[in-house]
């Protein structure tokens, strides 16, 4: 879930619960779904946030001189000298 939809969750939950005056219809409760919307959207907006950062961390590939001229080699191209 994008940012700005996480945001938007946690917008339409707190309308539902702090908004409204009547807070049921048929006997289902608003202000419950807007507490559980807010919860769903700040999990929404802290998950891929804890979890983009593990991601990012990757190791690095270093590779000499050697490693291009031998992979040209092997590629049939012509040797760079």
Known sequence: MPVAGAIAVIVVGAILTF?????????????????????????????PLLLGRRSRRRPSLVRSRQ????????????PPW
């Open 67 to 78: 490693d291009v001229i031998d992979d040209q080699l092997d590629n049939g191209a012509p």
């Open 19 to 47: 908004a409204l005056t009547d807070g049921s219809v048929g006997g289902f409760d608003l202000r419950v779904a807007g507490v559980i919307l807010m919860v769903g959207g700040a999990v929404g907006l802290l998950l």
